[in-house]
């Protein structure tokens, strides 16, 4: 009736407030909500998948024998999951953690593989788990070479926050001394088997420009933050109950759990970040509940945007108001461009002659690593940038295909020769045309545009995969093993899980969407520290990278909340 007060529930409104809300609960997405909640802040942390909690994952424990299939996909299993079906990690085992690629379509103009989780946790449950410090070779190379725009920082810049984030994490390897590849703070490495330590010795012997180490892996060799050591048992993607492995499930959500601070919302899809026209800063965040169709608003002072690259990108092209009609801070067009992946797919595999007499324990969770040696100190080849190599030597059992019976039975308990094989990863620059785009026409189960996929490798990262595979097979030739075999196939971009670049950072907000502090330059109050804030590639894995990234911001957005001035 006229006079009365509008029917508004302002109790709600104020349960929905928090000082931060965190997007995506993966590597950076977790590391987000720790450093936020461990400042003093009440944080949000939303995601759209299943709840998973350390540590109970329900298959981690099981034999190979107790799966329907032994561990293979079945027919209705690849039906279900046409896309994730396209990477070898998915298997009988993990297939939980995956999400559903007919519940959740998107178009490819060029064929990209979008590999995701659909549980808490994101792909910090399902990541190879390298971790390796860029250097100023990868942060001043767009500069050097013109291709895409200079990074706002260097490595002196990150280097105390690669240090912060590595005592946590825990982190196995060696001090290897090698300029353009940065020495961790590191648990005692992972051991090289005797076929490893000959390859290591012969190729030491024959080049003067490359150098073989240990993997640095993300398992640590002896208890890190309460959780067991690693147990060598090459399960990692079915989620660890000792928490042998960093994730966001076993190690920064429970840090964020024991400040009080944090509250988890899972099944929740962000659709937009709400823009408040009058104060020009981002209010909150408008989100779709998966399992009932209903959205919310949750309000916040500052955002972190860290959903994984592809899905950032959405949640930026589709916050559109009077003031950004093209997305949120995207002034610069920037977003949804620049999309980068690393490209493999190389292997060259060899017979080694000898060592019968030798074999090794467990199942180590890292290889052996090549740091990049091309275009190191000069530009030496045809293409720009470089490429790391991995490798392990194993034994395999060299049973005849006729075997039967009793003779299986004791063929099987005896090891066969010892083989080696080498695998690469190369960078891809950054291209503007390289891109993601909302649909004009399809829509998603949920109603939302689809993303759109536009992206390939161009003519520089062919000729890197080409130099790839005859480096690789000319190391096996060199060192004397036999037989060497070589394939040069090339993956399709987001095969490598490493998509990034499509809201980078930069000095000139007319170039770029964030700024050294990964601050969107338009949106004071939002942060991006997932794989769409970076400006180049590298060879190098990011992950270590975004988790430095993310403390670092979280350092400073909290600083300048404190002072008022977002």
């Known amino acids: 009736m006229p006079g009365e007060a509008p029917n508004i529930n302002t109790k709600a409104a104020a349960q929905n407030h928090f000082d931060a809300i965190v997007v995506g609960s993966g590597i950076s997405g977790g590391w987000a909500a720790k450093e936020l909640c461990e400042k003093g802040l ?57 999400i559903n690629d007919l519940e959740n379509t998107y178009q490819e103009s060029k064929r990209f593989d979008w590999i995701r989780s659909g549980v808490f946790g994101g792909r910090s449950l399902l990541w190879s788990r390298a971790c390796y410090r860029w250097s100023d070779l990868d942060f001043e190379a767009n500069a050097k070479d013109g ?58 012997g024959t080049y003067t420009d490359r150098q073989i180490i240990i993997g640095r892996t993300a398992n640590a060799t002896s208890p890190v933050q309460g959780n067991h050591q690693c147990q060598a048992r090459d399960l990692c993607h079915r989620g660890c109950p000792f928490g042998g492995y960093f994730s966001t499930n076993a190690r920064t959500i429970p840090a964020a759990q024991a400040t009080g601070n944090l509250t988890i919302k899972t099944h ?31 309000t916040a002072q500052v ?47 060899a017979e080694v002659e000898g060592f019968e007499d030798w ?68 960078e891809c620059l950054p291209y503007e045309d390289n891109r993601i785009t909302l649909s004009k026409t399809e829509k998603d189960t949920f109603g939302r545009p689809q993303l759109v996929f536009d992206c390939e490798f161009k003519d520089n990262e062919k000729k890197m995969n080409k130099d790839m595979a005859e480096q690789a097979g000319a190391m096996l030739e060199k060192a004397g093993y036999k037989n060497v075999r070589i394939s040069n196939n090339m993956s399709f971009p987001g095969n490598a899980n490493h998509e990034m670049g499509t809201a980078r950072m930069g000095k000139d907000p007319k170039k770029s969407v964030l700024n050294a502090f990964n601050q969107m330059h338009e949106v004071k109050n939002v942060f991006i520290t997932d794989g769409s804030c970076m400006t180049s590639g590298s060879c190098v894995n990011p992950s270590l990278t975004y988790m430095a990234l993310t403390a670092r911001a979280v350092d400073y957005a909290v600083t300048e909340l404190k002072k008022g001035s977002i």
């Open 359 to 426: 074999y090794y324990n467990g199942r180590r969770p890292t290889a052996l690593y090549v740091p990049r040696f091309r275009n190191v100190k000069q530009q030496d080849t045809d293409f720009l940038r470089g490429y790391h190599f991995g490798a392990s030597a194993y034994r395999g059992r060299g049973i005849p295909s006729d075997t039967i019976g009793t003779e299986l039975k004791e063929a099987m308990s005896v090891p066969g020769s010892w083989g080696i094989g080498v695998y690469g990863f190369g």
């Open 268 to 298: 929740s899809l962000v659709n937009r970040v709400l823009y408040d026209e009058q104060k020009e800063r981002a209010s909150g965040v408008e989100v779709l509940d998966t399992k009932t169709k209903q959205t919310i608003e949750y």
């Open 42 to 98: 009440k944080v949000l942390l939303l995601d759209r998948g299943e709840p998973v909690v350390h540590p109970n994952y329900p298959n981690a424990t099981w034999d190979p024998w107790q799966y329907k299939h032994r561990l293979r996909l079945s027919p209705e299993d690849r039906k279900q999951f046409p896309i994730q079906s396209r990477h070898w990690s998915l298997k009988e085992d993990s297939k939980h953690f995956y």
């Open 303 to 349: 955002i972190f945007l860290n959903a994984a690259t592809a899905a950032t990108t959405f949640i930026l092209l589709n916050s559109v108001s009077n003031r950004f009609p093209n997305g949120l801070g995207n002034g610069s067009d920037q977003v949804g461009r620049n999309l980068m992946d690393h490209h493999k797919g190389i292997s060259a595999n």
């Open 147 to 204: 291709h895409g725009i200079d990074w706002p920082i260097r490595y002196k810049d990150i280097a105390p926050w690669y240090s912060y984030v590595e005592k946590f994490v825990g982190i196995s390897g060696t001090v290897d001394n090698i300029p353009q590849l940065p020495d961790s703070i590191c648990l005692p490495p992972f051991e090289m088997n005797k076929v490893e330590l000959d390859f290591k010795q012969r190729i030491a």
